[in-house]
């Protein structure tokens, strides 16, 4: 993979792990509901009115990637961070969703799993486990208050990984007959899972969260506070969702995956650096080893093992116009 696309990749990495301090900073303005369903909706108008549907995604599909990627996800995810879940933390806790898909696609859709993929799920649940451990001994006697917040960050992983399978198999029918989809296909299928949120999640914050909270969060939009909460949303919306995910679509349409993916493990370790800079957070060296077991366990499970080289064959003859 060629440099720039290295810094391209190493770029979407930063600012997907600089919003997880955009979130915090929005949690501190709006109850988390209503923070999520607002998230999507300022997304989701425009690419209804000017985004065509990709083409060959059944519907059912379509919203089981939404309901898992953009409900479940981050209604967990925001409600973990508003009862106490550093942003540092969530940013790597929510790797989880990578063993998640890997159990989730071998029991549900039947696949395969190689002894590597099982070995770095081992490993990443072992960090897992252990960092939950830690969170409850530090909560002391209140265990639960420690450790809620890490459950729930773990659902929104699971969550997220249910959305993988939504987004797998959106493309099964076409992938079967050989027709893969564009990148400009692909992009249009994550804009448009912004489309299926904003309902659900405005309806639940007006069950739970209830109209006094809902008219409280707008008010105060001009204090400190509210000015930060506007911009996380910004940086969230503008930068991290759309930048952010054209580029790393481009990427990965045009490099092998096994290059770009890798990538995406450097968005906890930005996400805990830049919590600890701009917070204040303070993260147990125990967590952080932990983390690195976690992140290793991820990466175990999507390398692929070398293959042996097969004996040298004289080389065909190139045509001239092939490159």
Known sequence: ?????????????????????????????????LCAAVRFAVIAVPVVLFVPRPRGVPLRWLLAYGAGFG????????TAMAVGMPAGLASLVLQSSAPFTVVLAGVLLRERL?????????????????????????????????LLPVVLTLLGGLGWAF????????????????????????????????VVPPLPLALASLVLEGPARIGAAFTGLGSRTGLLAIAGLAFTVLIATLVGQVVWSALMARHPSSSVAPFSMLVPVVGMVAA??????????????????????????????????SAPTAPAPEPALSR
């Open 1 to 33: 993979m060629p440099l720039t696309a290295r810094l391209l990749a190493l770029l979407v990495a930063v600012t997907w792990g600089l919003n997880f301090v955009a979130i915090h900073a929005s949690l501190e303005q709006f109850p988390p509901l």
């Open 71 to 78: 409900v479940a996800q981050f209604v967990f995810l925001y």
């Open 114 to 146: 190689s002894g590597r993929q099982v070995a770095g799920v081992v490993v990443a649940v072992a960090g897992l486990a252990g960092i939950a451990a830690s969170r409850a001994e530090l909560g002391g006697t209140d265990v639960w208050t420690t």
């Open 163 to 194: 959305g993988n399978l939504g987004s797998r198999l959106a493309w099964r029918e076409r992938m079967a007959l050989g027709q893969p989809p564009t990148a400009t296909e692909s992009l249009r299928l994550v804009l448009w899972v912004s």
């Open 276 to 309: 600890h800079v701009l917070l204040g957070e303070a993260t147990p060296w125990r967590e952080v080893a932990l983390g690195a077991v976690v992140v290793g366990g991820v990466l175990l499970g999507a390398s692929r093992p070398r293959r042996r080289p």
